[in-house]
């Protein structure tokens, strides 16, 4: 293979690392091709910050580490990667898509971010996504909702809505999410990308401006289960002296067992996935995606997640009422917006977050407000933790029955910016499939399974037990061995 | 346990449980803040070092800046341990770090991270003497917590300056129950649960600092009636300021009920100037703290092992140490507690007092002599310039015989001001050592009763007085080495 | 059971958001159409239910990981402060805070 420059972006990110450890291309080759790519196709509005400068010093620091420590085995040296704004990064602005954080600087790195710069990866920048990562459609970003390459009038999804439409868009080979409540897995369903949520814990949260501290976590997303296990790999593994609740568990080579045969793993297909919710379009995809799957030799068992409805209230209790609390710390005393005009401190506080906090952000401080506010505590948001225990013992009943459980991530196909915009509710019952998973802190992935109403696509959603990613990877690399969906582009990308 | 408070039939009879004044019970519980002397902060690796310019050591963690998250600090958890330990609480196995919502300018999370429904301390009691009462006050809990930042409200027009320095750091607030009856017995208890925490080496007890800070609850009732409403002193960092604020807290609560006024719950702060306490400027909604579960922090698991194992690790506590004074020195409750004020005055006592088997006398010069010249110079014990074993040996040399009472001050003020000197050499170099060879003195003795037929007529006649004035005249004659004893003796010898 | 506007005024004033009427509205509304939602999970019989605030403890004990105490944060006050609305003298400044 020796393309020209201009085909660059066609290539996954695995192939890329084969030009680079071939000296066919140089990591700044690559690097100003994507970032003049960028430039041409910033009508999609999936960046937040870029910096040429910067993005080319690190890759020709790459490029003289590809000279010196040549055989070394450093798969991601000198590729490419964009990360989601909810990183925060000592070299580009971080937002978190809000304007409370307008122009921030932050003094370090998130773990994510430092691991996969320690492994040579070249930031190309920032990535839109909902405010404080709050969202699923990219419209509550205070910058503007990036666009979904496939149909640049719909929402790419949220709230990991610019790292997806990045990828689909080819304007990155990879890209950082974060996933609370399926921010990673619905973004990857709506632009057609291949996208992980691992074990909460797996991955750290330092440097994540916190959303909902129980729930948040970083993963990959990319064009092929390959590029997502590269990445994946580096991004996990403990981080003792930061995050509390990261797991000491060490990081493992997730590439390691992709091939592994799949043949006589069972498969469960919980009916509460499947009931009058789920559109017929994302159905039939989904239906053929699990053809294929006994095609490669794997048996569906029913299983039932009886409590999967709960999880919207349950979720929608515990992430609000965690987030009104993460986000005190924005006051306008130590970083970030302060109102110009106020009459005392009080006043300041009110028009500072008043003005800092978009819509949809501030009713979730309300809500959680309300739900840990005196009297309510144990009818909400005890209740709430109550339940979603059960949810997690739901999945291990079910896992006696199944290795990995299989289902839309989505009811719809992405929907027009602006549909939903004006209903909040609305937004919040479409999160149905992807909430049971992340309330009991399972990996879940997104795969591209082909096509629904308007040739938009369609995700199927795997989702593993506790630590199981090495598991998701190998169905979802097995499916894309035997199927091009993942490689589909947009037209006119 | 506690039989000498809150007796709950007298409660129930109607029987006052404490002094009154002008006929009202006085009711006091205690919250002290101790800020635990850990290098780092609770959370975060910054310095916990007092005095630093504004704000250069508030780390990222403590600023609260985007993406950061809290590290628990072993040595705060091992710290609350040991005073768990010294005040025979229950160590929790499992505890929870709970969030404490609240939106003020030296709080940078917008929360502070405590310990609400699980505290790691719980229950214990704090034992001490009331003049010759003994007291007990229980302990309700101690709980760890992060300490907030300063507010400066000097130097900036209108405005407030806000340093971080100091959020962060370890404290380990600690409640009693309404135990107390007087300002006496609170600032003596402040004093006791002072002594057991610098005493155990969790905390620096350096109140001008703020190290140790307390609150006092008060209210006022007549004997038998339900507690009263309780008002807050906030922030007592001195024992004197201590007893003044609660004397004129205990006496304003009165007049306003004899006048006919309710009393509000408030929180006050005590004026020293003025001398009155005042009701703060309530935060508003402060009433709302909307408590949770830390998401960022597991429970705080504490194995049984690492209990035990610091308990090895203990120091012997005052109580117990003074006990053993008393047992093993025979010294007097009042001298045993007097020497173990410190540890540093503990292990001088006993230094001295095994140099000179000597127990009571060590302590009578440790609380006498040694003491007023400590007090007039301002020194603590570590400072003084006699060591431990040289006042052990000088003492060794009055209960020998070498030297006299007065020779033996003598030798103390040179010890003082030459310290190194050895107590032999300057006893020597001042000819101090008394006269013990026979003949020597004989030949004295016979010299002055040649000189004094007088006297001798007189003591031969009956009147004793008249031996003194021969006593005094031989010692004279001796330079004062003659050992009084043997003089008496000689004299009546010879006088027949 | 709903929501009121004096329930939405208290909330806004403890969670420091200004509220202009119509939002004040609009986020009444918005909340108890929430609300409506959550009637289903209140109904749910959870006696004897642990609850769940680490999900990792679902599947096994979770216990706090305790760090060494040793300083290693060094003075990065200019670099932690170049974000800050107002900062004179190495400390932020405020709104006269009164006690």
Request: aromatic share 8%; hydrophobic share 40%.
């Amino acid at each position: 293979m020796n393309p020209s420059t201009t085909e660059l972006h066609d290539l996954t990110l695995s192939e890329l690392a084969g030009l680079l450890q071939a000296r066919k291309v140089s990591s700044v080759e690559i690097a100003q091709h994507f970032l003049t790519r960028a430039d041409t196709h910033s009508a999609l509005g999936v960046y937040l910050a870029r910096d040429r400068a910067c993005t080319l010093a690190q890759a020709h620091a790459a490029d003289q580490r590809l000279v010196n420590t040549r055989g070394a085995h450093q798969p991601l040296l000198g590729l490419p990667v964009a990360h989601k704004d909810i990183f925060v990064t000592r070299d580009f602005a971080s937002t978190a898509g809000s304007r409370m954080l307008a122009g921030y600087r932050s003094p370090f790195d998130a773990t994510v971010v430092d691991r996969l710069g320690q492994e040579g990866m070249v930031t190309l920048g920032k990535l839109n996504c909902d405010e404080f990562a709050m969202g699923s459609s990219n419209e509550n970003s205070a910058f503007g909702p990036a666009h979904n390459p496939w149909d640049n009038t719909r929402t790419p999804g949220g709230s990991s809505g610019g790292s997806a439409a990045a990828v689909a868009a080819r304007l990155t080979p990879a890209a950082t999410g974060t996933d609370t409540g399926g921010s990673i897995r619905q973004p990857a369903a709506f632009c057609g990308v291949t996208g992980i949520k691992p074990t909460y814990g797996r991955a750290s949260r330092y440097g994540m401006v916190a959303f909902a501290s129980s729930l948040d976590q970083a993963g990959p997303m990319a064009r092929s289960a390959l590029d997502c296990a590269m990445l994946l790999s580096v991004m996990c593994g403990p981080d003792p002296d930061r995050d509390s609740t990261s797991l000491d568990i060490a990081a493992e080579d997730f590439t390691r067992a992709l091939s592994d045969p799949i043949a006589g793993l069972r498969i469960g297909i919980p009916k509460e996935f499947f009931g009058d919710g789920l559109a017929s379009d994302v159905r039939a995809a989904i239906d053929a995606a699990l053809a294929q799957y006994q095609a490669l030799g794997a048996t569906l068992v029913p299983v039932s997640l009886p409590r999967t409805e709960l999880s919207i209230p349950v979720y929608y209790i515990i992430a609000p009422a965690e987030a009104s609390s993460n986000l005190s710390r924005f006051d306008g005393v130590k970083f970030g917006h302060r109102a110009e005009q106020f009459t005392d401190l009080a006043d300041m506080y009110r028009k500072t977050r008043a003005q800092g906090f978009g819509e949809e952000v501030k009713r979730r401080i309300m809500i959680g407000t309300y739900v840990l506010s005196h009297g309510y505590y144990d009818a909400y948001y005890l209740q709430a933790q109550k339940i979603r225990r059960m949810i997690a013992d739901d999945f291990q009943q079910a896992f006696k029955q199944c290795d990995v459980i299989a289902g839309p991530v989505a009811p719809t196909v992405a929907w027009k910016l602006g549909d939903k915009s004006d209903d909040p509710v609305a937004n919040y019952l479409a999160d149905i499939f992807t909430l049971p998973g992340s309330l009991a802190g399972l990996p879940g992935m997104s795969i591209p399974v082909g096509f629904g109403a308007h040739h938009m696509p369609v995700g199927m959603q795997l989702i593993g037990n506790y630590l199981q990613e090495g598991r998701l990877l190998n169905l979802a690399h097995r499916f894309q061995q035997a199927t091009d969906w993942h490689a589909r582009a947009p037209e006119g990308i | 346990m506690s039989e000498t408070v809150n007796t709950f039939e007298a409660q129930q009879q109607g029987r006052p449980t404490g002094p009154l004044v002008s006929g009202y019970e006085v009711i006091i519980g205690f919250e002290t803040h101790a800020q635990l002397s850990t290098a780092s902060k609770i959370f975060s690796r910054a310095s916990t070092a007092f005095g630093a310019e504004p704000n250069t050591q508030a780390c990222a963690v403590d600023l609260a800046l985007p993406g950061t998250l809290p590290v628990m600090n072993k040595g705060a958890v091992e710290r609350a341990i040991r005073f768990g330990l010294a005040i025979g609480a229950h160590i929790a196995p499992r505890s929870i770090f709970a969030r404490k919502n609240y939106f003020y300018p030296d709080l940078p999370k917008g929360y502070q991270i405590s310990q609400f429904e699980i505290p790691v301390v719980q229950g214990g009691v704090v034992e001490f003497f009331l003049g010759e009462e003994k007291k007990s006050v229980r302990l309700v809990r101690a709980h760890l917590e992060e300490d907030a930042g300063k507010s400066l409200h000097e130097d900036f027009v209108g405005q407030t300056g806000i340093d971080l320095n100091r959020a962060g750091t370890p404290l380990l607030e600690i409640v009693t129950e309404p135990d107390m009856r007087s300002s006496a017995e609170a600032v003596a208890y402040a004093r006791e649960l002072h002594k057991i925490v610098t005493w155990i080496g969790i905390c620096d007890g350096n109140m001008q600092e703020g190290s140790f800070r307390c609150d006092a609850n008060v209210s006022v009732r007549k004997p038998g009636a339900p507690l009263g409403t309780r008002r807050e002193i906030k922030n007592l960092n001195s024992f004197k300021f201590m007893q003044q604020a609660i004397d004129y807290e205990v006496r304003w609560q009165i007049e306003q009920i004899e006048d006919g006024h309710a009393i509000e719950q408030a929180t006050v702060l005590f004026n020293p100037d003025t001398g009155e306490t005042r009701a703060m400027r309530t935060k508003e909604d402060a009433a709302d703290y909307r408590y949770f579960p830390d998401p960022d922090l597991p429970p705080l698991v504490i194995d049984p092992e690492w209990v035990i194992q610091i308990r090895a690790e203990m120091p012997e506590l005052p109580r117990l140490m003074a006990q053993r004074f008393m047992d093993s020195y025979g010294l007097s409750e009042y001298d045993a507690t007097s020497l173990t004020q410190s540890t540093a005055l503990a292990s001088y006592f006993e230094t001295v007092a095994q140099t000179c088997q000597q127990p009571k006398l060590a302590g009578n010069w440790i609380m006498g002599e040694l003491a007023r010249r400590l007090n007039v110079r301002e020194l603590t014990i570590d400072q003084a310039p006699v060591a431990a074993i040289q006042l052990g040996q000088l003492i060794g040399r009055i209960q020998d015989g070498t030297i006299s009472n007065n020779a033996a001050r003598q030798v103390f003020e040179v010890l003082w001001d030459t310290p190194g000197e050895r107590v032999d050499a300057i006893i020597e170099s001042k000819g101090l050592k008394q006269m013990n060879d026979s003949g020597a003195l004989a030949q004295i003795v016979d010299a002055v009763l040649a000189a004094n037929p007088k006297n001798v007529e007189e003591y031969k006649a009956g009147n004793s007085k008249a031996l003194n004035a021969l006593v005094g005249q031989i010692m004279k004659g001796s330079k004062g080495t003659a050992n009084p004893q043997q003089v008496n003796e000689l004299l009546r010898a010879k006088l027949g | 059971m709903a929501l009121t506007s004096t329930d939405i005024d208290r909330i806004a004033k403890l969670a420091r958001l200004e509220l202009l009427p119509a939002e004040s509205e609009r986020m009444l509304s918005q909340i108890n159409d929430f609300f409506d939602v959550v009637e289903t999970m209140r109904a749910v019989d959870t006696t004897g239910v642990e609850p769940l605030s680490h999900p990792i403890a679902a599947i096994r004990d979770i216990a706090l990981r305790l760090r060494d105490d040793v300083i290693s944060e060094p003075d990065q006050r200019d670099i932690n402060q170049r974000s800050a609305p107002t900062v004179e003298h190495g400390l932020f400044l405020v709104p006269r805070v009164i006690e």
